[in-house]
T-cell receptor
Framework: KNQVEQSPQSLIILEGKNCTLQ??????????LRWYKQDTGRGPVSLTI?????NTKSNGRYTATLDADTKQSSLHITASQLSDSASYIC????????????????FGQGTILTVHP | GAVVSQHPSWVICKSGTSVKIECRSL??????MFWYRQFPKQSLMLMAT?????????EQGVEKDKFLINHASLTLSTLTVTSAHPEDSSFYIC????????????FGQGTRLTVV
């Protein structure tokens, strides 16, 4: 069964601290993995997207890693800010029939991050 | 980055009425648009996939007669919730995939529907 599981479900940290969110997936055949940030009442915004051959990608204070062998990804946030409070969603895409690289997305349940001053 | 705009951002309607939500790709052509539903503290659930000029493909358990999807152009898809009931109250999000690129989907800002 194609699944994406994220941990922890929620996390509270102090402003300025670092944190790491985890994502494990069983989606196959794998095409790409994305991390999204979703503010309350808003649509998801893409942070990073990684294909099979990429094992790290950064976007400012966000750094995502991917281990395609163990089917694990992490999102590391450095020097957290109050505005980082949001839900972070890991999304995995399967290879579509015919071998093209975009297919149905499987969403994790998200990690709710709260940054306190 | 590509911009996907939803309208309205929020809507309150009476039970039994119909509500239309628009999803527009503002600066690119979207061959495929996706409609999701999200309940509080849950992840996005795909409702249907629509390709420009053809009928939408609905996920199992989603009533196609209740959630009407039209994708008449490469920049616009609409979701109409017909005969709305309070249990239809939810956050509806669309996403759009570019015509020329097949690795990225861009999300709209979402529409909060409340049925009273």
């Amino acid at each position: 069964k194609n699944q994406v599981e994220q941990s922890p479900q929620s996390l509270i940290i102090l402003e300025g601290k670092n944190c790491t969110l985890q994502c494990n997936y069983t989606v196959s055949p794998f095409s790409n993995l994305r991390w999204y940030k979703q503010d309350t009442g808003r649509g998801p915004v893409s942070l990073t997207i990684m294909t099979f051959s990429e094992n790290t990608k950064s976007n400012g204070r966000y750094t995502a890693t991917l281990d395609a062998d163990t089917k694990q990804s992490s999102l590391h946030i450095t020097a957290s800010q109050l505005s980082d409070s949001a839900s972070y969603i890991c999304v995995v895409s399967r290879v579509r029939a015919g071998g093209t690289s975009y297919g149905k997305l499987t969403f994790g349940q998200g990690t709710i991050l709260t940054v306190h001053p | 980055g590509a911009v996907v705009s939803q309208h309205p951002s929020w809507v309150i309607c009476k039970s039994g009425t119909s509500v239309k939500i628009e999803c527009r790709s503002l600066d690119f052509q979207a061959t495929t648009m996706f409609w999701y539903r999200q309940f509080p503290k849950q992840s996005l659930m795909l409702m249907a996939t629509s390709n420009e000029g053809s009928k939408a493909t609905y996920e199992q358990g989603v009533e196609k007669d209740k959630f009407l999807i039209n994708h008449a152009s490469l920049t616009l898809s609409t979701l109409t919730v017909t005969s709305a009931h309070p249990e239809d109250s939810s956050f509806y999000i669309c996403s759009a995939r570019r015509r020329s690129r097949n690795t990225e989907a861009f999300f709209g800002q979402g529409t909060r529907l409340t049925v009273v």
